[in-house]
């Protein structure tokens, strides 16, 4: 820590750091006993997104599905058992009235979208 952040009026305690924050996730995951190894590791990048981006009402949740979807599109259409993992979770989340067709629908675009660049690249 820095001399300035010593001396200065300002309070971290309530900060949060990502990387013990992304430990303390992964180690509550892996009690999970009945869970996948993919499920898990799908669980991880959505928790830590929704942590970083600060994702806290229901109302967010459309953002956040397409935002995701961008971030992590390349890695979700590379291991299919994570797209697959999205894919449900995406259907829960309608399920449950957060999240609606149109915003399924762009996600779903966007992932088509990444899995052409990936097939396009390998016809190459």
Known sequence: MA???????RDSEDEVDDDIADFED???LDDFVDVTKDEKQFMHLWNS???KQRVLADG????ACEAFSKLHGQELVQ???IFWC?????IKLWNHGLLDAR?????NLVLEGYRN???DTMKS
């Open 117 to 119: 660049e990936v097939s």
């Open 49 to 51: 997104f929704v942590r």
């Open 3 to 9: 001399l300035d952040q010593v001396l200065s009026d």
């Open 103 to 107: 915003t399924m629908n762009s996600c």
């Open 60 to 63: 967010h949740i459309p953002w």
């Open 26 to 28: 992964r180690r509550m």
């Open 79 to 81: 291991a299919p058992a």
């Open 86 to 90: 999205w894919r449900l979770f995406m």
